[in-house]
């Protein structure tokens, strides 16, 4: 399968810092990455969409100058969660879709963030 | 209501034990369906795809989808400690933006 890498797997901030966390496709071009937020024994909460030259689309409820996401080549997208707060305190994880019709998914390993 | 609901668990099972897992969708427009496995603190991996209704078989996995009732199922045959991880249903009426099922946590006892 496709390889998609996440980076940092770990992080422990300051709050008030701001962290950047980089998804890139190692094997293919991914027009469409998207970004989650996991908290413990719960399901993936999408966050947003990150197209390729283009802004990203966020779901609601999600504070765009919050969570920037940039994604400025076909394979890297980073968001930037912006003066963190221990509330941004969780498990995020980047997936590319990939296949003839865009639809199976190849996630990153994830990065925890934990806001001090 | 969720669109996604699956079957909640824990699941614990012997090793060698047949596994199902299950979700039901209200969702008439999906027709992408997909199985993730994750391990505490990963990311998920695609273990299993299927478009439209049918069964699927890799190996000890068989997926099965009937669009009729709505429902999906994974099968996992002669079941091994390796494959105790949280189980994921998603499925997606357009590509890639799937809607993912709240997952389901499978021990598999040696």
């Known amino acids: 399968g496709a390889v998609v890498s996440q980076h940092p797997s770990r992080v422990i901030c300051k709050s008030g810092t701001s962290v950047k966390i980089e998804c890139r496709s190692l094997d293919f071009q991914a027009t469409t990455m998207f970004w989650y937020r996991q908290f413990p024994k719960q399901s993936l909460m999408l966050m947003a969409t990150?197209?390729?030259?283009?802004?990203?689309?966020?779901e609601q409820g999600v504070e765009k100058d919050k969570f920037l996401i940039n994604h400025a080549s076909l394979t890297l997208s980073t968001l930037t969660v912006t003066s963190a707060h221990p509330e941004d305190s969780s498990f995020y994880i980047c997936?590319?879709?990939?296949?003839?019709?865009?639809?199976?998914?190849?996630f990153g390993s994830g990065t925890q963030l934990s806001v001090l | 209501q969720k669109e996604v609901e699956q079957d909640p668990g824990p699941l614990s099972v012997p090793e060698g034990a047949i596994v199902s897992l299950n979700c039901t969708y209200s969702?008439?427009?999906?027709?992408?369906f997909m199985w993730y496995r994750q391990y505490s603190r990963k990311g998920p991996e695609l273990l299993m795809y299927?478009?439209?209704?049918g069964n699927k078989e890799d190996g000890r996995f068989t997926a099965q989808v009937d669009k009729s009732s709505k429902y999906i199922s994974l099968f996992i045959r002669d079941s091994q400690p390796s494959d105790s991880a949280t189980y994921l249903c998603a499925m997606s009426a357009t590509a890639g933006k799937s809607t993912f099922g709240d997952g389901t946590t499978l021990t598999v006892k040696p």
């Open positions: 997936s590319a879709e990939q296949g003839a019709n865009n639809e199976k998914l190849f």
């Open positions: 990150s197209n390729e030259g283009s802004k990203a689309t966020y």
């Open positions: 299927t478009y439209s209704s």
């Open positions: 969702n008439s427009a999906f027709q992408y």
